[in-house]
């Protein structure tokens, strides 16, 4: 007699988890074609690690996101016109059955950096080494123009330069959006257990 095959629910809700989170971050990081693409952000953040992130053309304006629940979110806009980033670490925590899973993406670790271009990340919290040429501060940030696309709203604060270097960025943010997106190591892990990039 042929065994029937039954479903595990532990595995299949694991996976499912899995599989919807992954789909999510590589959606709202690779796909969305340009700058200011508004969607509903997940209800906690993720993690986003960089060694060294180049950039040409950078702003920084204050935004509202919102989540599933309506809740509204201050963050730190950060727009990139064009970026490269080495030794990249993007991690997520995921609450599963099996408890904790740390969904973690990796790139530029070698000699080819990640590139991206209309980079928009929504920050809650940001530290780095940091060097910048051509800086503007207090701008007003609806009249900001070094990233086509990426300002905020009139009368509030703005910040641009025409090219920034970070060391050591960790950056925990919200969202993040980009034109195109370039992996040529991309690396997907799952641990199990709290393990960020930072």
Do not use: Y
């Not at 993007?90 to 980079?119: C, F, H, M, W, Y």
């Not at 910048?132 to 900001?144: H, V, Y």
Request: proline share 4%; aromatic share 8%; hydrophobic share 50%.
């Amino acid at each position: 007699m042929v065994e029937q095959g039954r479903v595990r629910w532990k595995r299949f809700a694991l996976a499912f988890t899995l599989v919807l989170t992954t789909t999510s971050l590589l959606v709202g990081a690779t796909v969305q074609g340009a700058i200011g693409v508004t969607f509903v952000v997940s209800s906690s953040t993720f993690k986003l690690f960089a060694g060294e992130f180049r950039a040409q053309g950078f702003t920084l304006a204050v935004g509202i996101d919102r989540d599933i629940k309506g809740r509204l979110i201050p963050v730190l806009v950060t727009g990139v016109r064009r970026a490269e980033v080495f030794d990249l670490c993007t991690s997520a925590i995921l609450k599963t059955p099996l408890g904790a899973v740390t969904l973690r993406i990796t790139g530029g670790r070698g000699d080819e950096p990640v590139v991206a271009t209309d980079l928009v990340i929504d920050a809650a919290a940001a530290r780095a080494a940091a060097f910048f040429n051509d800086i503007q501060l207090g701008r007003d940030a609806s009249t900001l123009d070094a990233v086509p696309g990426a300002r905020g709203p009139a009368g509030s604060f703005g910040a641009q330069s025409r090219t920034a270097v970070l060391r050591d960025a960790r950056l925990t943010a919200w969202a993040a959006t980009a034109g195109t997106f370039s992996l040529p190591d991309l690396a997907l892990t799952l641990q199990v257990g709290d393990h960020p990039c930072f």
